[in-house]
């Protein structure tokens, strides 16, 4: 299955999916760096979609990108979002990360932040913006933390 292929069963897929719920809607679909990113619109299921702490839509990329593995797609890496859920929250640690780096940069302590994966993407993103700056993250599995300090010159 080709790349143009993989994102239109990923859509499919997640709309048959939200469908057997009682969740009817158009899945709006895109391909950004290598990774189908699928977005629900806002319903009035939102909460059970999302989960605590976000679970569910894990659980639904995981459901989407075990579907395409399966058939052989050329592109297997899925991120499911609702009504931006996930771009909000990003830019929520985005903020919250401009204070952390502020911080660092002033007493030059590093700071270890205990973040899931995606959040501790943002702020290594973010954190590429500043030459005086680095991250990195240390540890396995839930235990692993991100680090910010500043750049040895």
Request: hydrophobic share 40%.
């Amino acid at each position: 299955m080709n790349k143009d292929e993989s994102i239109r069963f990923a859509a499919k897929y997640l709309e048959d999916l939200l469908s057997f719920f009682g969740i009817n809607v158009a899945i709006y679909s895109t391909i950004d760096d290598e990774v189908i990113q699928l977005s629900i619109p806002s319903t009035s299921l939102n909460s059970l979609l999302i989960g605590r702490n976000a679970d569910n839509l894990r659980a639904l990329q995981h459901i989407v990108s075990m579907a395409l593995a399966s058939r052989e797609a050329e592109v297997t890496r899925v991120n499911v979002d609702v009504a931006n859920y996930k771009r909000q929250r990003a830019d929520r640690i985005a903020e919250k990360a401009e204070g952390w780096i502020a911080k660092v940069r002033e007493t030059g302590e590093p700071m270890t932040i205990n973040l899931n994966a995606a959040d501790r993407r943002v702020v290594h993103k973010l954190a590429d913006e500043y030459s005086d700056v680095e991250t990195y993250s240390e540890g396995e599995g839930r235990e692993r933390k991100l680090i910010i300090k500043k750049r040895a010159l």
